[in-house]
């Protein structure tokens, strides 16, 4: 079976600009789950995404907003770029939603704000 | 205070040696813990999962404790390779949601 694949994997971007990262969920997989790491702040969650619906959200301003498919994958949009923005997205899937369904981490999308 | 505090922050060992690393949390209830395996560059990888009632689980050279009382958990790792540097990250699961600790940087040298 094939793993979650996240494209594009590198970008740069300037300052107010608007970036759509993209995420597709192991075969079968119903949940998505958006995660920004970044060296000093570890793991964040964004939002997790089940049967395209927003199930849950983290503390994140507006600006970062997602979307599910019917075919389970799912999109993240950060408008308005910051510099602070700067960090490595990584999607994750899981069978169903809940806390007791293992997730499977994508290779991540490193989005570089200058 | 994050809720996951990992310890040491970063740890360098010689190659075929044994460590352990450690995490405490305040999450409160919590239903598993999860320690992941970050290789630089890559999404974490699952080493294992645990609910409350679990004391140890292992997978090959890895071994992980939690101790539900002291809401105390340690990945200890055996006869270390190179392939093991990476981050070792500490999960707590609160509800539906995933409390993730810092990390542990490890580093094994030859």
């Known amino acids: 079976k094939a793993g979650v694949t996240q494209t594009p994997r590198y970008l740069i971007k300037t300052r107010g600009q608007q970036v759509t990262l993209s995420c597709s969920p192991i075969?079968?997989?119903?949940?998505v789950s958006w995660y920004q790491q970044t060296p000093g702040q570890g793991l964040q969650f964004l939002f997790e995404y089940f049967s395209e619906t927003q199930r849950n959200k983290g503390n994140f301003p507006g600006r970062f907003s997602g979307r599910q498919f019917s075919n389970s994958r799912s999109e993240m949009n950060v408008s308005t770029l910051e510099l602070g923005d700067s960090a490595l997205y990584l999607c994750?899937?899981?069978?169903?939603?809940?806390?007791?369904?293992?997730?499977?981490f994508g290779p991540g999308t490193r989005l570089t704000v200058t | 205070k994050n809720q996951v505090e990992q310890s040491p922050q970063s740890l360098i060992i010689l190659e075929g040696k044994n460590c352990t690393l450690q995490?405490?949390?305040?999450?409160?209830?919590?239903?598993?813990l999860r320690w992941y395996k970050q290789d630089t560059g890559r999404g974490p990888v699952s080493l294992t999962i645990m609910t409350f009632s679990e004391n140890t689980k292992s997978n090959g050279r890895y071994t992980a404790t939690l101790d539900a009382d002291t809401k105390q958990s340690s990945l200890h790792i055996t006869a270390s390779q190179l392939s093991d540097s990476a981050s070792y990250i500490c999960v707590v699961s609160r509800g539906n949601k995933l409390v993730f600790g810092a990390g542990t940087i490890l580093r094994v040298k030859s």
């Open positions: 995490c405490n949390y305040t999450v409160s209830p919590f239903s598993n």
């Open positions: 994750a899937s899981s069978l169903d939603t809940g806390k007791d369904y293992e997730q499977y």
């Open positions: 075969s079968g997989h119903r949940s």
